[in-house]
């Protein structure tokens, strides 16, 4: 069975700090795995792919298949980070039916 | 076009009674989803479409529910003799074949009293 872990509900960082949220995923093959952010009062976003190796504001997200693991990294956090982040696993590329997480808040203090 | 529209944004509606909800996709996409999202939860998938075909089915989706997307345009999700637990948010999705990801609409959010 497919299935997605971001063990965080809530994160709380200071501005200009480092930022990690956790993700961690179960399948037996070779998923796609998203990034999705939803902001206060806006609808869920694609915020990064693993296979785009992108830095998407200034977010970066490396598959690590040892660990099934794409966690979602900044090195300085800013106040607009401040969303509801998902962690998101598709069974094959081309974007069929996506397996989401519980998802983590994540909140940047001034 | 002005991205997944989603109609109605609220309802709220007695057990038992049936509500339908509509999605308008990106017209140029022809994949559309349904998710349901619950509170403190992500949104679990409920169904799929390819132009007019409904391809997937999540075992979440009762026999009260129905999606149809009879012209490979908009699309409905009816549910039938609402329950409480049916309450929820509401999403709709669309992509291309070979996209990168999907876009949401804003949602209906269904509350059964």
């Known amino acids: 069975a497919q299935r997605v872990t971001q063990p965080e509900k809530l994160l709380s960082v200071f501005k200009g700090a480092p930022v990690e949220l956790k993700c961690n995923y179960s399948y037996s093959g070779s998923p796609e795995l998203f990034w999705y952010v939803q902001y206060s009062r806006q609808r869920l976003q694609l915020l990064l792919r693993h296979i785009s190796r992108e830095s998407i504001k200034g977010f970066t997200a490396d598959l690590n298949k040892g660990e099934t693991s794409f966690h979602l990294k900044k090195p300085f956090a800013q106040e607009e980070d401040s969303a509801m982040y998902y962690c998101?696993?598709?069974?094959?590329?081309?974007?069929?039916?996506?397996?989401f997480g519980q998802g983590t808040r994540l909140t940047i203090n001034p | 076009d002005t991205g997944v529209s989603q109609d109605p944004r609220h309802k709220i509606t007695k057990r038992g009674q049936n509500v339908t909800f509509r999605c308008d996709p990106i017209?140029?996409?022809?994949?559309l989803y349904w998710y349901r999202q619950t509170l403190g939860q992500g949104p679990e998938f409920l169904t799929y479409?390819?132009?007019?075909?409904?391809?997937?089915k999540s075992r979440l989706l009762s026999d009260r529910f129905s999606a149809e997307r009879p012209k490979g345009s908009f699309s409905t999700l009816e549910i039938q003799r609402t329950e409480q637990g049916d309450s929820a948010m509401y999403l709709c999705?669309?992509?291309?074949?070979?996209?990168?990801?999907?876009?949401f609409g804003s949602g209906t959010r269904l509350t059964v009293v």
């Open positions: 999705a669309s992509s291309q074949t070979g996209g990168h990801g999907y876009t």
């Open positions: 017209s140029e996409h022809n994949r």
């Open positions: 998101a696993l598709s069974p094959s590329q081309g974007a069929q039916k996506l397996v």
């Open positions: 479409f390819q132009n007019e075909a409904q391809l997937e």
